[in-house]
């Protein structure tokens, strides 16, 4: 199976560095940047004839405004999953920094010292984060066969997330995602549960891209 994970393109919050989550706000749309991300993404789709079996987003209007532009000329129905969305950042949402330290002071403190989200009132938790990240991957393996190719527009959160359950790390960490970034991984689902020495051979697991944006790169 390849499964392709796609992070949105840049939204107007991304340009001014305020917090997004799982709310769909003015700030959270795309801008005409990361329209052309998503546009120039499609083309480069189409120039390697690469057609996907299965296509998933984000019910989020900026993940399915990203699928539709890079992906509606596959003609493939977009199937929204809403274990896709994006971390809920709870009073953090649509905030900058400053704004975060100026009107949440105490949250501000105890969060920027440990990135520990149970300090953000509101935001989902580390456990649910981590349980959808397994539950999507878990979807992923079981309901599709190593024939399929799977495109999955998301955020940068959940990706996070997905990657983690994908190398079954107990560890989280730290990616910057870059708007409209690739993530390929090639998975032998049928081996996936085994025990035997599949495990152990990097054929059937492979890590083709991470984070990258081949479709902004082109002269």
Not at 5 to 26: C, F
Not at 54 to 79: C, F, M, N
Not at 160 to 187: K, V
Request: one cysteine or more.
């Amino acid at each position: 199976m390849k499964l392709i994970l796609v992070r949105h393109g840049e939204t107007h919050a991304n340009l001014v560095m305020r917090w997004s989550g799982s709310k769909d706000l003015e700030i959270t749309n795309l801008t005409e940047n990361g329209r052309d991300q998503a546009g120039k993404l499609g083309r480069w789709f189409k120039e390697r004839r690469l057609i996907p079996t299965h296509v998933y987003s984000s019910p989020q209007k900026r993940a399915k405004d990203t699928a539709e532009l890079a992906g509606g000329h596959w003609g493939i129905p977009i199937r929204e999953m809403e274990d896709l969305k994006e971390t809920g950042a709870g009073i953090f949402e649509g905030l900058t920094w400053q704004e975060i330290e100026d009107s949440h002071p105490e949250e501000a403190d105890k969060f920027r010292d440990s990135r520990d989200w149970a300090y953000i009132k509101d935001a989902e938790s580390e456990e649910n984060r981590r349980a959808r990240g397994k539950k999507v991957t878990r979807y992923f393996i079981d309901t599709h066969t190593n024939d399929d190719t799977i495109v999955a527009f998301a955020h940068a959160g959940i990706i996070q997330q997905i990657i983690c359950a994908i190398l079954e790390s107990p560890r989280l960490w730290g990616l910057s995602a870059r708007n409209t970034a690739l993530y390929e991984f090639h998975i032998n689902v049928e081996e996936w549960d085994s025990q035997s020495r599949a495990l152990l051979n990097p054929t059937q697991w492979k890590i083709v891209r991470f984070n990258e944006q081949p479709h902004l790169n082109q002269n």
